[in-house]
């Protein structure tokens, strides 16, 4: 095998190729990337067995053939040299790659393709298209609520379906820790398949942000009962799915909280931000109290610290004293937009919502916590 790279075209694949590697799996073969070389392009292939990526790029290869190498050294040695810089990548007899830039020279240890695993980039399931920037959006406004605790692992990633509703089709992504709630949905008019729910694992989400975070196009989905695969461009990820069952998401969003505050983002953000100084992992809540047109915020930590701060609102509902997760009000805010948002109560015990004017189709949900 034997090929020439500019280094600044194969250090982009490498970054995405190399996130999917588990730095600590026992099986060495697991550390490596695969890369193929043939018909002047490269195919750059990672797995963990429960996502694999494969990326395709244009190069001038001067000899085909195919070997592993170790994703977290190939990674950072490229990274090093300059960006500019053309990279001679060769290996004669697959115990060994040479790689060749400038004055610098690097002979690296691999592994023979026989050992790698076969990367299934077919599935037969669902296939849909979607706008790529619509599709980051709906995850990345949803994501942050992915619980990491390991024993509820159906609420390790996001919910993810495609309902009928009239003649368009609602994609609907939910995420959840059991403690706030994140939902948005995007009316699609030129898909023609449901999809009923499945869970993308959080590893896989968060890889897909990092690949639709600069990409503007259309994408393509295939789903199927046990695993999702993702086509951008030349790109393919493939996933597995949770086994497991997502939690009724309906039955948690409140449809009888009747007392509406009215407030500016910022500012409740700023001002969340400042009490929750004084809070701490062991006293992470803010007590909440809503007056006629006012919301006062207050904290005590368990060294009797205390702080509190007041705010102008359009509020004229119940007074209300309610506590929350200083760390969940802020996740929330951060992912909102508008200027002016609305928080929804019902009572000093039941969750709240929030939500805002130009994206009614996301709304969030929090959980009180005990003052």
Do not use: W
Not at 73 to 100: F, Q, W
């Amino acid at each position: 095998m034997k090929f020439v790279v500019i280094k600044s075209t194969i250090f982009k694949t490498l970054s995405h190729i190399q996130g999917i590697v588990d730095k600590k799996n026992a099986l060495p073969i697991l550390s490596n990337i695969l890369i193929e070389a043939d018909n002047n392009s490269l195919v750059l292939s990672s797995t963990d067995m429960d996502i694999s990526i494969t990326e395709k790029i244009s190069c001038n290869v001067l000899e085909s053939g195919s070997i592993t190498i170790n994703a977290q050294i190939i990674y950072d040695v490229i990274r090093k040299l300059p960006d500019s810089n053309e990279i001679e990548i060769i290996s004669n007899d697959g115990k060994l790659l040479t790689l060749r830039s400038s004055g610098s020279r690097f002979s690296l240890a691999c592994l023979p393709k026989e050992d790698f695993p076969i990367i299934e980039t077919t599935n037969g399931g669902t296939n849909i298209k979607v706008n790529s920037r619509s599709f980051y959006k709906l995850i990345d406004k949803t994501k942050f609520a992915i619980s990491n605790e390991e024993t509820r692992y159906f609420l390790n990633g996001l919910y993810f379906s495609i309902v009928k509703n009239e003649n368009k089709f609602n994609i609907t992504i939910v995420g959840t820790d059991g403690h706030r709630l994140a939902k948005s949905t995007l009316v699609e008019g030129d898909i023609t398949n449901e999809i009923p729910g499945v869970i993308i694992p959080k590893k896989t989400i968060n890889e897909l942000s990092k690949l639709l975070a600069d990409f503007s196009d259309d994408i393509e989905i295939d789903i199927s009962t046990n695993k999702i695969i993702f086509f951008i461009d030349n790109i393919i990820l493939t996933s597995k799915l949770i086994d497991g069952n997502f939690p009724d998401y309906k039955r948690v969003i409140p449809n009888d909280n009747n007392n509406n505050l009215v407030i500016d983002r910022q500012s409740l953000l700023s001002a969340v931000d400042r009490v929750s100084t004084i809070a701490n992992e062991k006293s992470p809540v803010i007590k909440f109290k809503l007056l006629k047109n006012l919301l006062n915020m207050n904290t005590i930590n368990n060294e009797n610290s205390t702080a509190t701060e007041d705010l102008i609102t359009k509020y004229q509902g119940d007074e209300i004293e309610i506590g929350f997760n200083s760390k969940y009000i802020m996740d929330i805010l951060n992912n909102l937009e508008d200027n002016e948002i609305v928080l929804t109560f019902k009572d000093n015990s039941s969750p709240i919502t929030a939500t805002e004017k130009s994206n009614p189709d996301l709304i969030y949900v929090l959980m009180p916590m005990r003052v």
